[in-house]
């Protein structure tokens, strides 16, 4: 473990994607940051569906972190394809990455590292006191704690901010294939309660991943309801061992009281879906440095709450085509008629245009559901 320093600005408890970014922004206002671990080393991995969308790539680079140098693979849209149909929407002008986590994870801790963070790898927080945190029977002073220790925190209950928090829970597990990707695009498959997402993340790499609400639904039996990707997929060598995670939709009603605010999904999530979770963090870890430097820390709720209305309204209609499979059959049908509605319901997912354009493109699509054209 590094040197432990005595007292410190910012105490960040997880050095997952939360806990870096939220420490690269507050050492980027100044901040004297100390991230604990409880990992014993770095690169961490995780299941996840790997994609970076442009807006998670933006929020990223408003960090100072430009993930143009690593490895990755750009993706030029989203296809859906189920029922017999496909179609796809590019992301206009800009493109997003696919990337391994481990890739990610390891830039992060180099950004971090650069700027003068003290990350303490195999330091997990057993305590947290008023303005200290204890970490193996010896307390750190700070002003602040980041609570950015995952869907299970610890954190957030010590804090107690997990009373009135509503959870539902879905279940992700990916492993990745030596294959040369096939589509420029990340590619969702829907089926009957359960979606496949393959997403190019190398020259010779996909990750593909199952969500379902299924704990028990491995991704073997979920690839055989999928014959033409099964098939695409056979003959290539898995690259890694299957590994599962919880998709959850969780909502707080407060993510920060005194000095302990938290960030990632410690702090509520979206599902899997919408591949949102990465850039919440960024844009979390971004407003709690400004409220923080501004000293007016109660800023990083309103702009937490903001942060997450666009990402949750969206998770919610996708999740309907989960729960529903006529709505799913008609929707993606009428998607292939109109492929430029796909586009709109996509830019706005994205933050390319605002939430209140999403009325139009609802009647469009409910028109073409309703009368075929
Ligand atoms: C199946 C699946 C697919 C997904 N696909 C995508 C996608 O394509 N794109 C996207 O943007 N998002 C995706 N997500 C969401 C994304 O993976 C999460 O939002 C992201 O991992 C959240 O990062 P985090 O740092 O908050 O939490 P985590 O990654 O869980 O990190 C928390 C860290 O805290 C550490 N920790 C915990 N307790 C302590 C303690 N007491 N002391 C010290 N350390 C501690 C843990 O070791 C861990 O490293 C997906 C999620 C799932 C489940």
């Known amino acids: 473990m590094a040197a432990v320093p005595g007292e410190t600005d910012l105490f960040v408890v997880g050095g997952g994607p939360a806990g870096l970014a939220a420490a690269i922004a507050a050492r980027n206002k100044g901040l004297r940051v100390v991230v604990a671990e409880s990992a014993r080393e770095g690169p961490i991995d995780k299941a996840c569906g790997e994609g970076l969308m442009p807006d998670s790539l933006a929020a990223l680079s408003r960090l100072g972190v430009g993930a143009g140098a690593c490895p990755g693979y750009p993706v030029a849209g989203i296809r859906f394809l189920g029922e017999g149909h496909s179609v796809e929407a590019r992301f ?3 493109c997003g990455l696919g990337i391994r986590r481990t890739a990610l994870h390891q830039l992060l801790v180099r950004h971090a590292l650069d700027r003068g963070v003290s990350i303490l790898w195999g330091a997990t927080v057993r305590r947290l006191a008023h303005d200290a945190v204890e970490l193996d029977g010896r307390g750190i002073r700070c002003r602040w704690i980041a609570g950015a220790d995952g869907g299970n925190s610890t954190v957030r209950r010590w804090a107690g901010l ?17 294959l040369e990707p096939w589509a420029e695009f990340m590619e969702i498959h829907w089926g009957e309660s359960c979606q496949v997402y393959v997403t190019p993340v190398a020259e010779k790499e996909v990750c593909v991943a199952v969500i ?20 695409r997929l056979a ?8 590994r599962g995670a919880v998709s959850a939709t969780r909502t707080l009603p407060r993510v920060c009281t005194n000095n302990v605010f938290l960030i990632g999904d410690a702090s509520g999530s979206v599902d899997a879906i919408t591949g949102q979770g990465l850039c919440l963090a960024f844009e979390q870890a971004a407003a709690l440095a400004d409220a923080l ?3 007016e820390p109660h800023l990083y709720q309103d702009a937490h709450n903001r942060i997450r209305r666009r990402p949750a309204l969206m998770a919610g209609l996708m999740l309907l085509l989960d729960n529903r499979g006529w709505l799913r059959r008609r929707t993606l049908s009428a998607f292939a008629l109109r492929p430029a509605v796909f586009g709109q319901m996509l830019a706005t997912h994205l933050g390319f245009v605002p939430v209140t354009r999403l009325a139009g493109s609802m009647m469009a699509l409910g028109w073409t559901m309703v009368f075929g054209v």
């Open 235 to 242: 003959p290539a060598p898995v690259t890694t061992r299957e």
């Open 293 to 295: 430097v501004r000293g």
């Open 212 to 231: 379902s609400r299924d704990p028990k639904l491995r991704l073997d039996e979920t690839l055989s309801r999928f014959p033409d990707l099964s098939a």
């Open 92 to 94: 206009g002008g800009c």
């Open 162 to 178: 997990d009373a009135g928090m509503c959870e539902k829970r879905r279940y992700g597990f990916r492993r990745h294939y030596a």
